[in-house]
């Protein structure tokens, strides 16, 4: 039997819009509708399998209705640029999926649906109406279904005779009746004023149509309906008129014409890269089947196992160059087990199983040799997962997942299945479609797995000449081979070497954090007159804003607000405030850091072993977790305390700090090229005296500690682009002061200004940004019509090179001192990197040399027009040596 499946184009892209974040690709074109529309359209052809396909647009703002009343769908606001854009869009992909469209000059996409709806009900064919629009239900028959779609576009509600008759009491038809009555405010129609659905609905129940009603005026009760009906006689007639759906439009499109046969797979996956759908790519039938089984790719491998006993015929595969994958179970490198490897050069994919691998000799020793070549994925997961289990990895030649980051730093943390989207014939699932996700995650059959982990070693084969050639296209390939990749090998010895954790101090800390947080819970319960729950939200705004009677500064859904924003907003109208902050942070200490920490000492080691994240961050800042060691709050003393725990491993060593001072500044200076600023560090003035004796025009002796604390927020939140309002909450002074002060460090600092404005415009110009050392930042939202959105982009597209750029400088720093240990012969080890800061292990007698080789190494990094600067401390432990 025939299936019409009629979409309402319009009414699919402005719910899919609305319901989605304004995402939009790497070279700023918006896709969240064309997203949400895809996803809906690949549901309904999976599950409805329709015979016949057609979606309907409205051709324009002014259609036949207009006619009979001007203001017709008069309250809609514009339609954003940003959803206008993506029309053209959905229309390319309907053309990709060879899927018929149409739209009609004076008519809406439910005149289209409606006609087509009556022809094939005429025809005795099923269809099925997809829409978010509810005026469509008068459209249901026997044949006819309409499918209402749910949050956003991701569900779907359908409707038959039975449904429509469940949940109103009516027939199909009567829907009009219903509108006339209630009218529409998404629509502006008008309806009788003071009749909503229920009083609509049990009007119907009675006597069944806007006519009937209107006819037995005299017999429904209440005064103020009865008035309200008499006076708007024409407004019911005129809103049910402009609720009927049209069935005999002029539309000369068949039915027999929307015959739909299925997709080319080709232009579908062109248009979804365009788009970057990365996570839609496995799901294009031709590719690849959700089993991970079948394929119909241009460019075939053939996927062999390596078993126990047939090693010896596989010895001449281990080639070089050759794309290899290390495949793990779960995500923690530290931690995960092995679960075996892909190997793949020139159409030939291999899956080697763990236990055949680590007893394959001449696997091992292909492993460790530096001379064959390897292109890996991710070089500093394989080699520390590999260490972890005794096994060497040397020869890695390029890293797609640091070359991908940097193509498009916004992409967090791809897998393989993302960059084969993007540059593979071969098709490869992401990891959850093979696993699981979260409880269901688990290991598949054998045969499933290999097929998984030798497909991504063939897509790696076919990404890497490809990605290589986009990277060097982009000036991106020194920043690759020279920072990035052999950054990686040098966190990759940070993790594994790791930092020695003094446990009985951490246990000491929590029970001095106990002993205070029960003083201070002593004293809120004193100033509250009574004993609650402090870690309820719910109990704590009884007492603040029912006992105490302090002002309710923000509502949420479950009552006023207790955030930390709140509470500090309030801690002048009360001394508790200041008690409850201060208990909080100690209970988040006690929690996160001693208690996290704690549970990432490593049993073996005596060590936490943090991961240090290199392709995460847009500025090319590095981050660590599990555990985070560069979050650990050091304004507050008993959080500083924490850093006491961070020892040497070696009994007799020293832990050295080494700090850059001001980098951003200085980078700042350098990109700018402002003459007071450049004068200023060349000095080695301090910066933030000297930019307040430039501001107040006055000596150096005449600043005053307000004063240097003014100019150093204006310093620091120059570099972010910091607005008037922004300083003003700052420094607690008024939005007009603040602006003044703006205003006057850019009469000062007139580079400064100058390259805020010319770095936006070329930000404008370009689609992106750059550091020093070319690292790129696309800002899609530099050209948004939301102000906010924009603003934001300028913010970023002012910041990113700078501290982008420090950023770099402090990764070569790290990567010449791993060099410079290990040509001097040095036992001193490099442990961590905490924003500008480096910290090492160093024996008694290499401390001199480290004390000076340090602050040499990080100065020299990269040449400035101001001299870098850094600080060097040491102690017996982390603490100490701050």
Known sequence: MSHLVLIDGNSIANRAFYALPLLSTSAGLHTNAVLGFTTMLLKVLEEMKPTHVLVAFDAGKVVFRHSEFAEYKGGRSKTPPELSEQFPLIRELLDAFSIRRFELEGYEADDIIGTLTLRADENNWKTTVITGDKDMLQLVSDNVSVALTRKGVSEIEMYTPKEIEEKYGLKPLQIIDLKGLMGDSSDNIPGVPGVGEKTALKLLHEYGSVEAVLDNVDKISGKKLQENLRENVDKAKLSKALATIMRDAPVEVNVEETSYQGYEADPVVDFFKKMEFKSLLPKVKGTATAEGGEVTEAAPFS??????????????????????????????????????????????????????????????????????????????????????????????????????????????????????????????????????????????????????????????????????????????????????????????????????????????????????????????????????????????????????????????????????????????????????????????????????????????????????????????????????????????????????????????????????????????????????????????????????MDVFGVAQEEVTSLMRRQAKAVNFGIVYGISDYGLSQNLNITRKEAGEFIERYFAVFSGVKKYMEDIVQQAKQDGYVTTLLHRRRYLPDIKSSNFNLRSFAERTAMNTPIQGTAADIIKLAMIRMQEKMREKGLKSRMLLQVHDELIFEVPEDELEIMKQLVPEVMEHALELKVPLKADVNYGRSWYEAK
């Open 303 to 692: 996927f062999e196992v390596v078993e126990e006993g047939q090693t010896s015929q596989f010895a001449d595969k281990l080639t070089s160059p050759m794309a290899f994958y290390v495949e793990m179970d779960g995500e923690n490198y530290h931690h995960a087990p092995i679960l075996g490897f892909g190997l793949a050069a020139d159409g030939v994919a291999l899956y080697v199983p763990w236990d055949v691998a680590k007893e394959w000799t001449a696997f091992r020793e292909w492993l460790a040799d530096e001379s064959r070549e390897k292109w890996v994925f991710d070089g500093k997961r394989d080699t520390v997962g590999l260490a972890w289990h005794g096994l060497e990895l040397a020869g890695i030649r390029f890293d797609s997942y640091l070359a991908s980051y940097l193509l498009n730093a916004a992409e967090s943390s791809p897998q393989v299945a993302d960059i084969a989207a993007h540059y593979a014939e071969i098709r490869v699932l992401p990891d959850e479609e093979v696993y699981g996700k979260g409880a269901k995650r688990i290991v598949p059959e054998s045969d499933v797995l290999s097929e998984h982990v030798a497909r991504k070693a063939a897509a790696l084969w076919q990404c890497v000449p490809r990605i290589r050639t986009e990277v060097e296209a982009s000036r991106l390939d020194e920043l690759l081979k020279r920072i990035e990749e052999p950054l990686s090998l040098v966190l990759a010895a940070m993790e594994k070497q790791g930092v020695k954790v003094n446990e009985s101090r951490l246990q000491q800390m929590g029970e001095e954090l106990d002993a205070q947080l029960e003083k201070l819970t002593e004293q809120i319960y004193e100033l509250a007159g009574t004993s609650f729950n402090i870690n309820s939200p719910k109990q704590l705004g009884e007492i603040l804003f029912d006992k105490l009677d302090l002002p309710v500064l923000k509502k949420t859904k479950t009552g006023p607000s207790t955030s930390a924003d709140v509470l500090e907003k309030l801690a002048p109208y009360h001394p508790i405030i200041e008690v409850i902050l201060h208990y909080r942070q100690l209970g988040k200490l006690r929690s996160t850091y001693i208690e996290g920490l704690t549970k990432e000492i490593h049993p073996g080691t005596g060590k936490v072993h943090t991961l240090f994240n290199q392709a995460t961050t847009a500025t090319g800042r590095l981050s660590s977790t599990e555990p985070n060691l560069q979050n650990i709050p050091i304004r507050l003393e008993e959080g500083r305390k924490i850093r006491e725990a961070f020892i040497p491993s070696e009994e007799g060593w020293y832990i050295l700090a080494a700090d850059y001072s001001q980098i951003e500044l200085r980078v700042l200076a350098h990109i700018s090229g402002d003459e007071n600023l450049i004068d200023a560090f060349q000095k080695d003035m301090d910066i933030h005296t000297r930019t307040a």
